[in-house]
T-cell receptor, first 112, second 111 residues
Framework: KNQVEQSPQSLIILEGKNCTLQ??????????LRWYKQDTGRGPVSLTI?????NTKSNGRYTATLDADTKQSSLHITASQLSDSASYIC???????????FGKGTTLSVSS | NAGVTQTPKFQVLKTGQSMTLQCAQD?????MSWYRQDPGMGLRLIHY???????DQGEVPNGYNVSRSTTEDFPLRLLSAAPSQTSVYFC??????????FGSGTRLTVV
């Protein structure tokens, strides 16, 4: 069964600290993996998209890594800010981008 | 360029009522889809469309209808609302490069 598992379920960190969110998937065949940020009451917004051949991709303070052999991805947030408080969703596609399997998300809270 | 626009943002229905959630995009994307998001669960695909006149079912299609008469619009119809359809609904469209754009959501409560 195609699944996307994220950990931890929730995380609280102090402003300025770094953190890493994990995503494991059992989706086959694999097309691409995306990380989204969803603010409370808003729709998800894309952070990164990685295909099979990409190992890392950055978007400002966000860096995503992908290990297609172990089917694991991580999202590293550097020097966290209060505005990083949100749900981070890992999404894996098993076709040419039209069939998406969503993780349940990690809720990140950044406190001052 | 507004992206994906959903209306209404909030709606309360009584059991058995029908309604249409509107979704419009101005990016000329062929692919559009509807998801529902429930607490503790990932987004689940309800219906999707790969172009005008073409629709197909997703993971949880029961109780919902869609149509795609134009590239821009992809409305979602609830035929007879049930409390189990209380959820947040997101419309999304996809263009080149696998990029998805989501609307801001419709929060629906069925009482």
């Amino acid at each position: 069964k195609n699944q996307v598992e994220q950990s931890p379920q929730s995380l609280i960190i102090l402003e300025g600290k770094n953190c890493t969110l994990q995503c494991n998937y059992t989706v086959s065949p694999f097309s691409n993996l995306r990380w989204y940020k969803q603010d409370t009451g808003r729709g998800p917004v894309s952070l990164t998209i990685m295909t099979f051949s990409e190992n890392t991709k950055s978007n400002g303070r966000y860096t995503a890594t992908l290990d297609a052999d172990t089917k694991q991805s991580s999202l590293h947030i550097t020097a966290s800010q209060l505005s990083d408080s949100a749900s981070y969703i890992c999404v894996v596609s098993n076709q040419a981008g039209t069939a998406l399997i969503f993780g349940k998300g990690t809720t990140l809270s950044v406190s001052s | 360029n507004a992206g994906v626009t959903q209306t209404p943002k909030f709606q309360v229905l009584k059991t058995g009522q029908s309604m249409t959630l509107q979704c419009a995009q101005d990016m000329n994307h062929e692919y559009m889809s509807w998801y529902r998001q429930d607490p503790g669960m990932g987004l689940r695909l309800i219906h999707y469309s790969v172009g005008a006149g073409i629709t197909d079912q997703g993971e949880v299609p029961n109780g919902y209808n869609v149509s795609r008469s134009t590239t821009e619009d992809f409305p979602l119809r609830l035929l007879s609302a049930a409390p189990s359809q209380t959820s947040v609904y997101f419309c999304a469209s996809m263009g080149g490069g696998y990029g998805y754009t989501f609307g801001s959501g419709t929060r629906l409560t069925v009482v």
